[in-house]
């Protein structure tokens, strides 16, 4: 896709090894936001955000509700919070029941995007041992966006991205060195 | 089968006009990715066929009215959620305001009642509840009789063990509570000092004045011109040096309220410095 006005990164058990070896890759003058949903422990926000914000210039910060979002960011959603997107272009945070015993839960975030971006949106799921975001991608699929997914033979945990493939027509199929150079083209 | 949202942008607009017309609720300064969400969900819950018969449904049947503001409002909570904001409560905010003669705390979206439970424990521990009222409000009048009743189911007495520990509390969690089938019932000491009453955070006024007042993870619902207007309101209602504490992703800051509070350590809890107005 070109034009992308914003890339969703969904992920769950052994995403985290991926992100770090593809945040260094990813170009200084994307035109879009990056969000990341990871499902992870309570209160471990500040360390996700300290960590990630090493293996990139891109500044790394935790997604704040009613806050713009700006291009050249990546976007961190909160432990413990659904993260959705309001039409003006802000964050909303929300408290409500988990989905998928996740919270955040991938699906919701990728669902609230595809409604606001439609065709200019990018969803790229990874490792994970539940289906949480493959609903999310069906969603974005209907809205025309486009969907990536982790080449499960690179996954730690090859359940969601093999969920993804059999549920959704997924427009790409990424190893993890492939990842970086998908990303930067979507400019 | 399609996976698009039944409601759309419009038709969310068009039933917010609608409730603020027939029944007086005013939900036009709720945050609408969240407002649409719980619509679409309420939506296939209950299995509508058409948004006209939804409509309609809504407006028409006060009663399907009711479930409907109880499902399109958050109603998760839980005993003593984020525990260090407990012990903040428990080691420094409370023993505070203690030398009041008597102490006025208001829950705002109060919910089912868990953090007026909470609370109530904490001031007993403190030897503090004689002395205190809690005053808990909702907008929802159905989770207000719920919280009245002092059940919680359980099957969450391990977690809320768990998080009365972590706050501090030194106690056996299970002696405030009886276990009734599949129920706690906790202890109805604790429930003596609670009012739980209606209150709309959108139309309705101060009614009181408080030395601390918590409004947790209510703020995130509401749009930014709303939630100054609540902050306001809760400004309104806090004593002069009283505590105001919100859910861990809000803040004081960006509104007018904010040049006369002052945050404590590292929890969502600002206190009033004295007015400078004079």
């Known amino acids: 896709m070109k034009n992308c006005e914003a890339l969703v990164i969904g992920g769950s058990a052994g995403s985290l090894d991926v992100l770090i070896k593809v945040l260094p890759s990813i170009d200084v003058d994307i035109k879009f936001p990056i969000i990341i949903v990871l499902h992870r422990k309570k209160g471990t926000d500040s360390l996700l955000s300290d960590l990630l914000s090493t293996k990139t210039i891109l500044k790394v910060k935790e997604a704040e509700e009613k806050e713009n979002i700006l291009p050249k960011t990546i976007y961190i959603v909160p432990s413990d919070y659904h993260l959705l997107f309001e039409k003006d272009l802000t964050f909303s945070l929300d408290y409500s029941e988990k989905v998928n015993y996740s919270r955040p839960s991938i699906d919701v975030t990728f669902q609230s995007a595809a409604e606001v971006y439609k065709d200019k949106l990018v969803c790229l799921l990874l490792s994970g041992s539940n289906a949480d975001g493959v609903n999310g991608l069906t969603m974005v699929k209907e809205f025309g966006g486009e969907v990536a997914v982790q080449n499960p033979k690179t996954a730690q945990v090859d359940y969601m991205p093999n969920q993804a493939i059999l549920r959704v027509n997924v427009d790409e199929i990424l190893d993890i060195e492939q990842m970086a150079d998908y990303i930067n083209k979507l400019n | ?278």
């Open chain 2, 1 to 278: 089968m399609s996976n698009l949202p039944a409601i759309s942008d419009e038709q969310v607009e068009t039933l917010i006009d609608d409730v603020l017309d027939q029944y007086g609720y005013d939900f036009t300064g709720y945050s609408r990715a969240s407002l649409k969400r719980r619509l679409n969900r309420l939506y296939s819950l209950d299995k509508q066929v058409s948004f006209a018969e939804f409509r309609y449904k809504i407006g028409s049947d006060s009663v399907y009215f009711k479930r409907f503001v109880e499902q399109i409002t958050v109603n998760v909570t839980e005993m003593f959620r984020d525990p260090s904001f407990y012990k903040v409560l428990r080691d420094s905010v409370l023993p505070t305001i203690a030398t009041y003669p008597f102490i006025r705390i208001w829950l705002a979206g109060c919910s089912t009642g868990e953090e007026a439970y909470s609370m109530a424990i904490v001031l007993k521990e403190l030897n503090l509840l004689h002395k205190s009222l809690i005053y808990a409000t909702d907008i929802n009048p159905t989770v207000l009789e719920k919280a009245a009743q002092g059940m919680f189911p359980l099957s969450q007495m391990k977690q809320y063990s768990e998080n009365y520990i972590a706050s501090g509390g030194i106690k056996d969690f299970s002696s405030y509570y009886s276990a009734n089938y599949s129920l706690a019932k906790f202890d109805v000491d604790l429930r003596e000092k609670m009012i739980f009453s209606t209150h709309n955070l959108v139309s309705d006024h101060s009614f009181n004045e408080f030395q601390l007042i918590l409004c947790r993870n209510v703020l995130i619902y509401f749009d930014r011109d709303l939630q100054f207007k609540v902050l306001q309101l809760f400004d309104n209602s806090l004593e002069n040096l009283g505590f105001l504490a919100l859910g861990t992703k809000e803040t004081t800051d960006f509104s007018p309220i904010s040049k006369r509070y002052k945050r404590l350590e590292m929890e969502k809890i600002w206190r009033k410095t004295v007015d400078e107005k004079l």
